[in-house]
């Protein structure tokens, strides 16, 4: 976390000069689960006057805030944090109050799809509200410290006026206005986060059914994971040039998985995983372009959306 000397003076130019203290920006945080709560941590351990609101109310004890008794106790803060479970929850909990939503500046911190991010910028812009959207990389734990990222987008005011907490919360990265794009970055990330562990998980079952533990297994594949991820910017580039006949490449009839397919299921292994990355690589041979990249496995996902 950074002194908060050096937040302050970044922040909202609410000047800390040793002889004069000027208020940072108020904030209403509404949901204090595990995240709402590390994010009103921060911000109440660095002086922004902060006020709480959690449907369950006993979780504002101890936090050091003013615990509002209703939603619409804590409308009139500089900023409205909202995290809460789902995109639902954010309208059960707000809709109750729309009516008193003009001229307030609203972070949603819940994670929501990029649709659903898109239809709280439009309601919200429909009430004369404004409404930014984030996307967490981080767990609770994390908010403050060096690793922690948010992604945001949508309203570029509110990133800019309020970019002291945003950058305390984490590193803060803008996508531009359509407030979608925050979400879809986060799920984008995600998506590979899974994929790669369900990997993981398929390679750790192979090799239990002979006895090794899956420790022994992330020991190996830690260090082969990290050398394997470098050649995405090699990927990457591929597809951006939409260069899959480039020399130097695997191609995909080498790419064919079938002796991995065929040793899971010798090993008694659910072929669910491997099967998948497997009908993307044929559906590129079966349309002729076996003798291209691996790369152009993207164009079966692309094709299928
Ligand atoms: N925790 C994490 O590691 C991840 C990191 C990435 C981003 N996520 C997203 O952050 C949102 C909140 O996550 P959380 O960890 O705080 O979640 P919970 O601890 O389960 O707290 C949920 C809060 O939502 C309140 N809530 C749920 N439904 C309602 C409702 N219908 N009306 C009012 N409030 C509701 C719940 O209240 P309570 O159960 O305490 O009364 C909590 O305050 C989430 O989108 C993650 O995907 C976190």
């Given at each position: 976390m950074p002194p908060i000397s050096g937040y302050l003076?970044?922040?909202?130019?609410?000047i800390h000069d040793g002889a004069m203290t000027t208020e940072l920006p108020s904030i209403t945080f509404i949901g204090l689960g595990e995240m709402g709560a590390a994010l009103a941590r921060a911000a109440i351990t660095a002086g922004?006057?902060?006020t709480v609101w959690n449907r369950t109310a006993a979780k504002a004890d101890g936090l050091g805030a003013r615990a509002a008794a209703t939603v619409e106790?804590?409308?009139?803060?500089?900023?409205l944090v909202v995290c809460l479970f789902d995109h639902r929850s954010v309208h059960q909990v707000l809709d109750p109050v729309a009516g008193r939503l003009r001229g307030t500046r609203i972070l949603n911190l819940t994670t929501t799809s990029p649709e659903g991010a898109r239809e709280l910028?439009?309601?919200?812009?429909?009430?004369?509200?404004?409404y930014l959207d984030g996307g967490i990389m981080a767990t609770p734990q994390m908010?403050?410290?060096?690793g922690s990222r948010i992604f945001y987008s949508g309203s570029r005011d509110i990133l800019d006026e309020h970019r002291g907490i945003l950058e305390l919360w984490g590193t803060a990265e803008y996508f531009g206005d359509d407030a979608g794009m925050a979400s879809l970055h986060d799920l984008a990330l995600l998506s590979a986060m899974y994929v790669m562990f369900a990997g993981f998980f398929h390679g750790a079952a192979m090799l239990s059914?002979?006895?090794v533990p899956a420790g022994d297994f992330a020991a190996m594949a830690v260090p082969w994971l990290q050398v394997t991820a470098e050649s995405l910017p090699e990927f990457a580039t591929i597809i951006d040039g939409n260069d899959y006949a480039a020399p130097g490449q695997q191609s995909l009839l080498f790419s064919d998985i079938s002796d991995i397919v065929q040793a899971s299921r010798d090993q008694g292994v659910s072929t669910e995983v491997v099967d998948v990355v497997q009908r993307l690589i044929h559906r590129q041979i079966d349309a002729g372009h076996g003798a291209e990249?691996?790369?152009?496995?993207?164009?079966?996902?692309?094709?299928?959306?």
């Open positions: 003076s970044e922040s909202a130019r609410r922004h006057p902060s106790d804590g409308l009139d803060a500089d900023l910028a439009r309601w919200a812009d429909g009430l004369g509200a404004r908010i403050g410290s060096a059914r002979a006895g990249g691996f790369a152009r496995i993207i164009e079966s996902l692309r094709s299928a959306a």
